[in-house]
């Protein structure tokens, strides 16, 4: 068992005793956990010495791969000169990677400028933030089925139920239908025009008629790997300006080529946004994450102060401009292209021989396929697929699954991730469905 190890015992004992209960709320094996102990490109190992396919990437956090080198040199001699740096100062490093960031924005798209934090949900509400300064105004849309963090505003812009707080810093946000195409509100393959009537009606009815902004994930990820349908972005992004708002795409989970077609996940639907929120794969395990903002926004937030102690650290930016670097001399994006294309082919052979599988969705390394009891009624399948789930799991792969039916896999490795790898996942998928 993966964790039968005294040391693993141990730890799992302690961490009980030490640690916050909320840190148990999003078990991946409640009953055996997993402990993990080194990693190396796509691959860990546990404490007792078994290794694994991550194909979590640890939520999407290792973009280039464990222990990389390039990141290992870059944060080393950082972390050698300066460990930490204050924007009350000026470094090297955050004005480097903010350089380097502007640079890979779409060509002729605007004067952009970027805003260091350290984690993705602190991103978020920093954008929300923004937004209601440049605009005036104070209502937010986001998506049903939406994932944005668990942190004041974000949790407010998060539409699950289990995700939601009762209390007062959740004020200020709607919730729009999401344009499902597999099992949405209005039925499956409806196109983007009832959603898009819907958005309307939800800002009429809900809102003081005029927002301070609207967010989209272009592929919705803890939601079940929902993609936004071609042409929803752009006229969502419309609407919102219409009504006063800033147009914002949260790309935590879609940015630095994961999408393999594109850099941006809303370079894929022809929607610049005014606000394109970044986090998780940004440092390659380190706590960074950021806006990129319009100028003309950012200098509407100067109006009020906002400090943030550890934004800019120089030694995440190091990890941050090593992602960028690898990405780019390891061709990365199109390594994620070619490995999603693979397994997609894949997964549409299994769907072909394993009736579990109602749908395979996604593109690049951001891949999920949900299990249904009838491909009719896409009734989800729940007990199965915790089957389905250890067995895959003690085969020497980890996958975590997403929706709040619990019943989408995801597959989010390491970009770096090989074909031969691919293949070993495609046969671990093969025999854990075969199993029964």
């Known amino acids: 068992m993966p964790c039968s190890t005294p040391a693993a015992g141990s730890l799992i004992e302690r961490r009980r005793r030490t640690s916050s209960p909320s840190l148990g709320t ?3 094996f409640p009953a055996d956990p997993l402990c993990l102990e080194r990693g190396q490109g796509a691959h860990v190992w546990d404490t007792s010495g078994k290794r694994y396919l991550d194909c979590t990437a640890q939520n999407l956090c290792i973009s280039v791969g464990y222990a990389h080198p390039v990141t290992l040199t ?45 984690s993705g949900a602190e991103a978020i509400d920093l954008a929300f933030m923004m937004a209601r300064a440049h605009t005036g105004h104070f209502e937010m849309v986001s998506l049903r089925n939406a994932y944005h963090g668990l942190h004041f505003g ?31 509100a209005f039925g499956p393959g409806a196109g983007i025009t009832p959603y898009l009537d819907e958005l309307r009606r939800t800002i009429f009815s809900s809102t003081a008629g005029h927002i301070a902004g609207m967010i989209i994930e272009p592929i919705q990820g803890f939601g079940g790997v929902v993609p936004m ?43 610049v946004p005014d606000i394109v929120v970044l986090g998780k794969g940004m440092g390659n395990g380190f706590p960074i994450a950021g806006v990129i903002a319009r100028r003309e926004i950012a200098q509407s937030f ?3 102060r906002f400090f943030n102690t550890y934004g800019s650290n ?33 997964l549409h052979r299994l769907q072909q021989r394993h009736s579990l599988i109602g749908d395979v969705r996604g593109t690049g390394l951001i891949l999920g396929f949900e299990l249904v009891r009838n491909r009719t009624t896409r009734e989800p399948v729940v007990e199965e697929g915790e089957r389905i789930h250890r067995r895959i799991r003690d085969a020497g792969v980890i996958m975590v699954k997403g929706s709040a039916t619990r019943n989408t896999f995801r597959i989010n490795p390491p970009m770096g991730i090989t074909a031969e790898d691919c293949e070993v996942l495609l046969d671990v998928l093969e025999r854990a469905f075969a199993a029964g």
């Open 229 to 271: 349908p071609p042409g929803y972005m752009k006229e969502a992004f419309r609407i919102t300006r219409e009504a006063g708002g800033l147009a914002i795409c949260d790309e935590v989970q879609t940015g630095f080529g994961r999408m393999g077609s594109h850099y941006w996940g809303f370079e894929a639907h022809d929607a």
């Open 26 to 28: 999003f078990p991946l």
């Open 154 to 184: 974000a949790a407010g812009s998060t539409a699950f139920s289990p995700c939601r707080f009762a209390t007062a810093s959740l004020q200020g946000f709607v919730h729009a239908m999401h344009p499902d195409q597999y099992k949405g």
């Open 314 to 346: 120089p030694m995440a930016a190091a990890a941050a401009r090593s992602v960028l670097k690898v990405v780019d001399d390891e061709g990365l994006q199109a390594n994620a292209l070619a490995r999603g294309q693979q397994l997609l082919a894949g």
């Open 74 to 118: 870059m944060v080393g001699e950082q972390m050698g000169r300066m460990q930490h740096c204050t924007t009350l100062f000026h470094h090297e490093q955050p004005v480097a990677y903010a350089e380097e960031l502007v640079a890979r924005m779409p060509e002729g798209s605007g004067d952009w400028v970027v805003h260091l934090v350290n």
């Open 302 to 304: 100067t109006q009020v």
